[in-house]
C-alpha cells in the first residue's frame, strides 16, 4: 500500500480547509507540491495547464489568493490538481 498512496491513490476531504494551509497562496501550493514530489522545475506552462484540467482560473489574480479564500468547491479542485503534479504526464 505504501507504493500506490500519494502516487495513484489520493485523498480529497469534504472541507479542503483541513488539508490546505489558508495562509499560502495558491502559487506557492502548486510549487511545494511539485517540489515534494519531482525533481526539478516544471515545464513552463504547466501548472496553467493544470489549473484548466481541473476547471479553476490561471489568472495572476487567482495565483496569488491565499488557500482560505477559496470556495470549498474551488478548494477541492485545487486538491485535485496538487494531486496531479506528481504526474505530469497525464
Keep these: 500500500m505504501r507504493e500506490l498512496r500519494g502516487r495513484q491513490i ?7 480547509a483541513a488539508a490546505l494551509n489558508e495562509r499560502l ?3 506557492t501550493l502548486l510549487k511545494e507540491s511539485w517540489k515534494a514530489h519531482e ?3 516544471a515545464r513552463a506552462g504547466f501548472f496553467e495547464e493544470l489549473l484548466e484540467r481541473v476547471q479553476l482560473p490561471h489568472s495572476a489574480d487567482f495565483l496569488a489568493q491565499r488557500a482560505g479564500q477559496l470556495s470549498a468547491g474551488q478548494g477541492q479542485r485545487l486538491l485535485i490538481g496538487l ?3 506528481t504526474s ?3
Design 83 to 85: 494531486l496531479s503534479c
Design 25 to 27: 497562496r495558491v502559487r
Design 88 to 90: 505530469p504526464a497525464s
Design 10 to 16: 489520493g485523498y480529497i476531504p469534504q472541507s479542503p
Design 39 to 41: 525533481n526539478g522545475a
